[in-house]
């Protein structure tokens, strides 16, 4: 993938841009599956092909995705890639206005839903998926007493093996399998 591996989010325009679910779901599959075309993504997405190179531009606008003209067939086709392997921000960063909160709050619950649709779809699979699979998987919960600092080696010792485990070379047999880690505080209790 071209460029730095991770693009970070500073303005409210790249994280609104994001926040529309089509967009973040064809940068995903940029990011996962390499460089197609708007008639590739709007086939994969269920979308019509303008909907999707309307989408697609308003991804390079914002410096998501770029043009491969390399990979081209003919010089009418164009082909998109992602320019970065995954985005960033530190919601602390958003919290200085109240529109930057505001966008990082709309960009946050996009985010959730999309990793609700996801565990949704494993959960209507998962009967026509080999036992081995299905036994493979995990989804527990637990409600921890943590100081903030405890909170952020948590959070840091997560990411550190999940990052071991991404940098590892695929192996045969192997599927593509979705980590979700979510470390925050309780707060329902307090409505």
Do not use: C
Request: aromatic share 6%; no cysteine; hydrophobic share 40%.
């Amino acid at each position: 993938m071209p460029g730095e591996r991770t693009m970070r989010l500073t303005e409210p325009e790249q994280m609104r841009a994001l926040t529309h679910p089509l967009r973040l779901e064809l940068l995903g599959l940029l990011r996962a599956d390499g460089p197609a075309t708007a008639t590739v993504l709007a086939d994969r997405t269920g979308v019509s092909t303008p909907l999707a190179s309307y989408h697609l531009r308003r991804l390079a606008t914002h410096g998501f995705i770029e043009e491969a003209p390399e990979l081209a067939r003919d010089g009418r086709e164009r082909v998109w890639r992602a320019r970065h392997e995954r985005t960033s921000w530190s919601t602390t960063e958003w919290l200085d206005t109240p529109e930057r909160a505001a966008a990082e709050a709309a960009f946050g619950r996009t985010i959730v839903r999309r990793h609700l649709r996801a565990v949704e779809a494993w959960m209507d699979a998962a009967a026509s998926w080999p036992r081995r699979w299905v036994d493979a998987t995990e989804m527990s919960d637990w409600l921890l007493e943590l100081t903030p600092a405890e909170m952020r080696e948590l959070r840091e010792e997560l990411k550190a093996t999940v990052e071991r485990y991404a940098a590892r070379a695929p192996k045969r047999g192997a599927e593509r399998v979705l980590a979700i880690v979510q470390v925050f505080p309780w707060v329902e209790d307090r409505t």
